[in-house]
Nanobody, 121 residues
Framework: QVQVEESGGGLVRAGGSLRLTCAVS????????MGWYRQAPGNQRELVAEITSGRTTNYADSVKGRFTIARDNAENTVDLQMNNLKPEDTAVYYC???????????????WGQGTQVTVSS
């Protein structure tokens, strides 16, 4: 059973920093794309940042220059370093992993339960 878990959320003042970590447990054959998404109340879930197995990154325009995504393939983790946080970054942040649990299995997305990030003005 694959489980995805986020950690590192919390309350921070505008201009502050937080580091989110996503870890996966269970039997895994390979992890392809790893990404962070967020959903604010009343809004749709949106992509924040993603990183491929080749470490190509993609960021939402709203976080470029402030957030950095990084993966550790040995530990099967993906981090999101968030600097210069703004009140509009307030949301529940979710980790999504595109993976295969064994060599013949279909690739599919696994989501974590989310971690709350609140930025006060």
């Amino acid at each position: 059973q694959v489980q995805v878990e986020e950690s590192g959320g919390g309350l921070v003042r505008a201009g502050g920093s937080l580091r989110l970590t996503c870890a996966v447990s269970g039997i895994i054959y390979n992890i392809y794309n790893m990404g962070w998404y967020r959903q604010a109340p009343g809004n749709q879930r949106e992509l924040v940042a993603e990183i491929t197995s080749g470490r190509t990154t993609n960021y939402a325009d709203s976080v470029k220059g402030r957030f950095t995504i990084a993966r550790d393939n040995a530990e099967n983790t993906v981090d999101l370093q968030m600097n210069n946080l703004k009140p509009e970054d307030t949301a529940v942040y979710y980790c999504k992993l595109d993976l295969r649990i064994y060599s013949g299995a279909q690739r599919r997305d696994y989501w974590g339960q989310g971690t709350q990030v609140t930025v006060s003005s």
